[in-house]
């Protein structure tokens, strides 16, 4: 996992941080040394390192937050249970509301060694025969093992509601998408909304659903392509309908140079490890599409107002109405 120095703008009390983690965690002796993660465009990731032991820091982004989003609170909740039973899931040994400390609530997550795939092989592991397929399989594996787990028996079953979740999903990416819009923005996006809300499907089954699942959310060992070692980013974990994930997992990959299945693999291999039915995979994939486009408006609208220092979210508005098209000829299929 590539690590920078923290960049200009998204600096925090560090000297403030160090006393309260020493104050709550058995840390090493050696003084806190701080990097930025390159990875994520959101919320704040952060190395910090006390001599050999590292630990990771997440906190939202500045400036103002769709409700429910970059919820530190619940990714503790998820990945202090949720370890026990599905190993992909890093342990989070603390929680902090105090925004006194870092400006927002922050938690604390175990660093794992390892590599994250984004569009290029990482050169430790591009000596793997058939690479690419395995590491989609093993993406695949990952989220039907993650929908296949009883919330009771984790302790998460209050972690969401699932009558209604479908609904609620579309009425909530509207919301968020008016918020960040100016009026009369991209017509086709509401349309699209309205279209979703009227054709919702009955859920398959009920389930975690990670609800950003994708391939460089993931880690793996260089020397084993074929497994999941690490999913991280739960702040947006809850219950109900799994195929929100797929969709969502399908609409990333299709954008990535390492998917080489075709879809009908993919559901193929979800359905029998899973036992979950991918009937109307199509509206899930054009609601993934269409939150997709949300996102993005989300992080271009957070750089326009100054509350991200990071360059990359320059013009990064300009996919949306191809996003909003796409999502539309899907659910008019």
Known sequence: MSVQPVRPGDELDWARTEQHLRSVLDLPAEPMVVGQFTTGHANLTYLLEFGTLRLVLRRPPRGRLASGAHDMH?????LSRLNAVYP???YAPHFSDDIDILGAPFVIIEFRDGEVVGDT???????????ERRLDLALIDAAADLHTLDVTTVGLADLGRPDGFGDRQVAGWTRRWDRVSSDGQLPLMERVAQRLARTV???PAVSIVHNDLKLDNCQFDPADPDTVTSVFDWDMATIGDPLFDIGSLLVSMGRSPLWVLSDDEALG??????GINVGHIDWYVAFAVWRTAVVVRQLAHRYESGDSADDRLAGIGAAIGDFAERAWDLLSR
């Open 74 to 78: 619940r990714e503790y909740r998820v």
């Open 88 to 90: 992909r899931a890093p």
């Open 121 to 131: 092989l990482p050169a430790s592991m591009a000596h793997h025969p058939d690479v």
């Open 201 to 203: 499907p009955p859920p």
């Open 269 to 274: 291999r979800y359905e029998k490890r899973s």
